[in-house]
């Protein structure tokens, strides 16, 4: 880890995660991370030789628990945001942000690793979780067409 954060230091950084949507009993939800101050999607930094997309699946497994074989990625969806940071030297840096788009069946176990706790939140837009990131994330994956849904069942774009 000491290797990766002093090769960090000296560029910008670049995060990746997803945005995981499940059906759940009153439609399409999505889940979200608990850190003591906020709400956050599974994400993390980009490890060397490693894709965004693999660092996305990777992260989620590590940060939940679920694997990424249970995970279908939804093409087509990638949303990317840079802002300013301070770096791990102390230093502004700026971060890029990459997310994917990621659908669920059933109901997978949980297990927290880096957080205090999570919440399968139910499709109700406009979102207003956290507004740095979170809720831009949410508005991105609306405008996309992900998900849709009728009033009593969850349906895929394409239906």
């Not at 992260?59 to 249970?70: D, Q």
């Not at 069946?105 to 990131?133: M, S, Y």
Request: aromatic residues 8%; charged residues 25%; glycine residues 6%.
């Amino acid at each position: 880890m000491d290797n990766l954060i002093s090769k960090v230091r000296s560029q910008d950084l670049h995060s990746c995660g997803i945005v995981l949507l499940r059906c759940g009993d009153t439609g399409w939800q999505f889940l979200l991370l608990r850190h003591a101050d906020r709400w956050d999607l599974p994400k993390g930094l980009v490890e060397p030789n490693e894709t965004p997309l693999a660092t996305a699946l990777r992260e989620l497994a590590e940060e939940t628990g679920i694997p990424a074989s249970t995970v279908r990625i939804i093409d087509d969806f990638q949303f990317t945001n840079r802002y300013q940071v301070v770096g791990f030297d102390g230093r502004p840096a700026q971060k890029q942000l990459t997310i994917f788009l990621g659908e669920i069946t059933g109901d997978p176990e949980i297990v927290l690793t880096e957080h205090i706790g999570f919440q399968w939140f139910a499709w109700r837009p406009p979102h207003q979780l956290e507004p740095k990131n979170v809720d831009q994330v949410l508005a991105a994956v609306e405008r996309f067409g992900w998900p849709r849904a009728s009033a009593s069942r969850c349906e895929h774009p394409s239906s």
